[in-house]
């Protein structure tokens, strides 16, 4: 094990964690925004748009990520829509989450009993209002294992960026091994930054679980 | 409160058949009748939770129209307690009653904890403000449901079945709840299988089958001579206690 080479690139594997800590939350942030907005078009079944989220899901689900981002980042250029290889981390990943938080805060809504919405219609609230104050808070809870497995599945799913020469990690540990041979040392540091990402996620979505199991609402 | 021809049918089953009656203020009107006659169905369109086939429902000469879009100020006159206990289980037993009178009314926070306050006292739940609906019997969550509807001061209010999924140790201190109710003049309609409740809270009593209103009578009239014999084999069944005496 040659530290003298650790410590030599550890700035770059900095770097590389900083980006793909950046991407993967812009990334992932917009998936949760897709995930609600489909996810309520899903759960009052709002006539044409149901088809074209249920579409949307199917085609999102059933695609790698990797040929979502080819597509992204070769295909959209040719009909004239330029794309950075930052924002095609970003919407890729986004496009690809979005069905998952879909999915997740979807199942969240459709555990919530009916008589839910139907008493705080019957006490004047409007629809929204119920969805706001009644339905959600109950649905986020329910949805909450769901949503930390996808934002850890969909963080690790950061390491295709490097096909589309974005400076990710496994980009950073491909190149070192390319230019020095040195594998171990460069696939080392790349595990542990990938855990140094992750393990903090995995421990907070694990403490919100148990403490919204604690305030179990029960009936 | 007008209701007038009203119909509802589930696909092809009618389950409400051309139902008329007339709600005068202060009147407590109670609907019996064999399970799956209507009765809750009936309730659940006049607080147009169901969309209706046909007829007409009208609170104070406003129509209450499925879909319209002056429901939420027409259902604020209209308080509902359902059977299974609808209470939203992430709120405090406060935050239950506070959301709608803030949220809908817009009224005054102090105001309204101080008549929540009261009316929970009232029911015998004022040490219980705090506590989450899990922590509270089946018996306490329907006085904190009628309580909540309550303090949107409505016109009438509505009951379906609010003992059935009751202990029956906790259904009378419901039952006393809604009596004290009736005391104070309010405008009810109750949905029930409690036959000697019904007889003494009743000032009408509906008896429903198949969707339709075969008796309307006040409560002596129907419990001692019921016209039809539909409604004497249904009152005999709450009278097997007595039979087996003589």
Redesign the interface.
Known sequence: MNWDFIWKYLPLYEKAALLTVKIGWAGIALAIIIGILCAIVLYFRIAVLRRIVSVYIEISRNTPLLIQLFFIYYALPKIGVPVSPEACGVAGLAFLGGSYMAEAFRSGLEAI?P??M?????????KS?ALR??IM??AV?VSVPAFVANVIFLLKETSVFSAISLMDLMFTAKDLIGLYYKTTESLLMLVVFYLIILLPVSILGSILERRLRHA???? | MKIEHLTKSFEDNVVLDDVSFTVHKGEVIVVVGPSGCGKSTML?CI?A?EPIQGGKITIDGDEILYGSKN???L??K???V?Q???????LSVLDNIL??PL???KRKKDEVIKEATELLERVGLGDKAKS???QLSGGQKQRV?IV??LC?HPEMMLFDEVTAALDPEMVREVLDVILGLAKGGMTMIIVTHEMQFARAVADRVLFLENGNIIEDADPDTFFENPKTERAKQFLNIFNFERSKEK
């Open positions: 009993e008589i839910q139907e008493s705080a219609l019957s006490l004047g609230l409007e209002q104050y009644v808070p109950q809870s179990g609402f029960g009936s | 659940r607080n939770l429901l939420s100020s259902r604020q209209i308080g509902m359902f299974s206990y609808d209470l939203f289980p992430h959301l709608a949220k809908v009314q989450y609906p899990r449901a909540r509807a949107m």
